[in-house]
């Protein structure tokens, strides 16, 4: 045989074993498990828990988008927690599955559910149920809710309890289907956070000009006050006088405040005559309308009278010592006795309206032709005003 056909020979030789073994090959399925798909990475996989303070139960919602998808064939997706994560108390109904934001429904068995739950040491597996309509798409974004938070298939009531020691821990997400990954959580101590507000609390009393009205009396006041003074200068019998004056408060006080009024004396002469407390010397604890003294010869205490009423609506929260009740309503039971003539239950501003941050405080003074003459009567009165923290 000549060099040129030996040469030929040996090259069809080595075709005919190729062909051979590549026919074995494909008749045995080799080709099939040489190219056969690999599992791929779950992407965008987070585990977002609702408290990472130690030792204590927490949410958690494990999202991920996975690349190949889950079948409804009995595939499983299983949440393995870390080693020292309590999850003994998780039952189906703590846990709920969603697909591309569409609720999973769920059960501890397959049946005429997408998927069943259950849990078995440090795992959570979830399986899509064989026909039950639960299969994932590839490509779709998968949240799985472990804990109170779960309310789509039942109602969570228990929580994963954290580690009890601070650090990082890996939270792995595998199970039949092809998917699979790792993500990590943190377990740190919570951090308190304090502040201080300062206390504020400012008081004031101002002068009323002439011409106002107060709490809807009708006759409006005679004259101008100041913080430190109420003129009511000359009296005329049956001419009844009201002076009156502006309480405003700021405070951050949680529980507001509360202004009280009272004189040390009924208004007394240097003649030891008296214009006493409304009405005819038997002081008023009630609102009540005005009245005129009833002027009896030999009762000194009828001759002449002053009262107090007030613009706040309501006094101590209480309907009963409502200023408001009826016109005008006075009191006379503030002689050497705190009478509460403003009031709030929280914080407030001076500005924040009548009643509330402000409120006007009217004397009313009326005598009858027997009140005794003299140009000194006087008494001193007292505001105090009490933060209520």
């Not at 006041?221 to 009296?235: H, I, K, N, R």
Request: hydrophobic share 40%.
């Amino acid at each position: 045989m000549s060099t040129s056909h030996r040469k030929m020979y040996k090259l069809n030789k080595k075709v005919g074993i190729f062909l051979v073994l590549a026919i074995t090959y494909w008749a045995t399925g080799l080709p099939g498990t040489l190219f056969v798909a690999q599992a791929a990475q779950l992407s965008s996989l987070k585990d977002t828990i609702s408290t990472s303070a130690p030792g204590v139960g927490a949410d958690h919602t494990i999202e991920f988008t996975t690349p190949t998808g889950v079948p409804a064939d009995g595939s499983t997706i299983v949440i393995s927690m870390p080693t020292g994560f309590d999850v003994t108390s998780i039952t189906e109904d703590d846990v709920d599955i969603t697909d591309d934001t569409v609720d999973l429904t769920t059960d501890t068995v397959c049946g005429a559910v997408n998927a069943a739950v259950t849990i078995s040491g440090q795992d959570i597996t979830i399986e899509i149920c064989n026909g039950g309509g639960g299969a994932i798409a590839a490509d779709s974004a998968v949240a799985i809710e472990i804990g109170t938070n779960a309310t789509a298939s039942g109602t969570g009531a228990n929580q994963v309890v954290n580690h009890a020691d601070e650090g990082s821990y890996t939270v792995s997400v595998a199970g039949t289907m092809e998917d699979s990954g790792d993500t990590s959580i943190a377990i740190v101590e919570s951090v308190q956070v304090s502040a201080a507000v300062g206390t504020l609390f400012t008081f004031s009393v101002t002068g009323v000009d002439e011409g106002v009205t107060v709490n809807d009396e009708t006759v409006l006041t005679s004259a101008s006050t100041t913080a430190t003074s109420v003129p009511f200068g000359t009296l005329a019998p049956n001419v009844p006088k009201v002076l009156a004056q502006e309480l405003r408060v700021d405070t951050n006080a949680l529980n507001g405040f509360s202004v009280t009024i009272e004189a040390d004396q009924t208004l007394t002469a240097g003649n030891n005559a008296t214009i006493d407390a409304f009405a005819d010397g038997s002081p008023v604890a009630s609102t009540t309308t005005w009245s005129k003294p009833s002027g009896t010869v030999g009762s000194t205490d009828t001759y002449g009278h002053w009262g107090i009423t007030s613009d706040d609506d309501d006094i101590s929260g209480l309907a009963t010592d409502n200023w408001g009740v009826g016109e005008a309503a006075y009191r006379g039971d503030f002689i050497n006795n705190p009478l509460e003539v403003f009031f709030n239950d929280g914080p407030v501003t001076s500005s924040s309206g009548v009643g509330v941050g402000s409120t006007t405080v009217a004397f009313k003074i009326e005598v009858s032709p027997l009140q005794e003459a003299a140009t000194d009567y006087t008494a001193n009165i007292m505001y105090i005003a009490t933060p209520v923290f």
